[in-house]
T-cell receptor
Framework: DVKVTQSSRYLVKRTGEKVFLECVQD?????MFWYRQDPGLGLRLIYF???????EKGDIPEGYSVSREKKERFSLILESASTNQTSMYLC??????????FGPGTRLLVL | GENVEQHPSTLSVQEGDSAVIKCTYS??????FPWYKQELGKRPQLIID?????GEKKDQRIAVTLNKTAKHFSLHITETQPEDSAVYFC??????????FGKGTMLLVSP
């Protein structure tokens, strides 16, 4: 069965902190994605990656960066967390041309 | 880029009734349309998908229809049950690009 895991379910950080959100997939899928989910706004794509060391900006990349050093791991980085980055963050993985499978999500609160 | 609109944003039905959620997309070349269900506090999970070479697909009580001419697709749930209560997201994809999601529909099924 497909499995995508995220390092934390809940995180509380201070404004200005550097935050790392980790995602791991065991499906050997090429594609990995980071979304944020906010009430009334649906799922918005932050960054995605089609291969190791490759990254592409999504719809809302400002304030975020990513890293993909290994095929199974895709990290989202908030260089200097701000309160407007309080959100649910969802990672997903999938093969090219096929559906995406989501991780359980990380609920981040920035104080 | 692709734009997906989803209606209604909330839907309340009585147990046993049918529920229909509609989505429209903007790019006529989009060729893949998945539907995800997200229960409270859980990850979005794929429940059904359809490709552009098919007009309808069924899986037990759920079905998806696609009208390429009108550029819309719909999720149909028959004989609704309380456990169908969740947020449902539609999405569309052009070729091998990323998924574009609708903003979601909160379905509430009352016993």
């Amino acid at each position: 069965d497909v499995k995508v895991t995220q390092s934390s379910r809940y995180l509380v950080k201070r404004t200005g902190e550097k935050v790392f959100l980790e995602c791991v997939q065991d499906m050997d899928h090429e594609n990995m994605f980071w979304y944020r989910q906010d009430p009334g706004l649906g799922l918005r794509l932050i960054y995605f990656s089609y291969d190791v060391k490759m990254k592409e900006k999504g719809d809302i990349p400002e304030g975020y960066s990513v890293s993909r050093e290994k095929k199974e791991r895709f990290s989202l980085i908030l260089e200097s967390a701000s309160t407007n980055q309080t959100s649910m963050y969802l990672c997903a993985g999938g093969r090219a041309g096929e559906t995406q499978y989501f991780g359980p999500g990380t609920r981040l609160l920035v104080l | 880029g692709e734009n997906v609109e989803q209606h209604p944003s909330t839907l309340s039905v009585q147990e046993g009734d049918s529920a229909v959620i509609k989505c429209t997309y903007s790019d006529s070349a989009s060729n893949y349309f998945p539907w995800y269900k997200q229960e409270l506090g859980k990850r979005p999970q794929l429940i059904i998908d359809i490709r552009s070479n098919v007009g309808e697909k069924k899986d037990q009580r759920i079905a998806v229809t696609l009208n390429k001419t009108a550029k819309h697709f719909s999720l149909h749930i028959t004989e609704t049950q309380p456990e169908d209560s969740a947020v449902y997201f539609c999405a569309a994809r052009l070729g091998y690009s990323t998924l574009t999601f609708g903003k979601g529909t909160m379905l509430l099924v009352s016993p």
